[in-house]
């Protein structure tokens, strides 16, 4: 059954950083593009970072770029997302998803209503 596990949220000081993982099982993780998105309260889910099946990353949210980064190791059949200079409004919940549709673009997640998401996890940046 297919699976997304994100973990590495945690509560850090402004200016810190933390890795967020996303695990996948189920499937192989060689064939699709991932995205981050994320939940602050009282506000809508938006989209953060994809990375392609190819590698290629697109930024959705401009607020992250020269901050945020993605990676992946399909070895270990996870998604990296690498958060430095973290903000007090980068606080949310932030979850993985993918649509499961093979060599999908980061448009296409982008756009699409995602079949596949993890259960999310907890990011607060506070002093």
């Known amino acids: 059954q297919v699976q997304l596990v994100e973990s590495g949220g945690a509560l850090v000081q402004p200016g810190g950083s933390l890795r967020l993982s996303c695990t996948a099982s189920g499937f192989t993780l060689d064939y699709f593009a991932i995205g981050w998105f994320r939940q602050a309260p009282g506000k809508e889910r938006e989209g953060v970072l994809c990375i392609s099946s190819s590698d290629s990353s697109t930024y959705y949210a401009d607020s992250v770029k020269g901050r945020f980064t993605i990676s992946r190791d399909n070895a270990k059949s996870t998604v990296y997302l690498q958060m430095n200079s973290l903000k007090p409004e980068d606080t949310a919940v932030y979850y993985c998803?993918?649509?499961?549709?093979?060599?999908?673009?980061?448009?296409?997640?982008?756009?699409?209503?995602?079949?596949?998401w993890g259960q999310g996890t907890l990011v607060t940046v506070a002093s």
């Open positions: 998803a993918t649509d499961l549709i093979v060599y999908s673009t980061c448009s296409d997640v982008g756009n699409r209503d995602l079949a596949h």
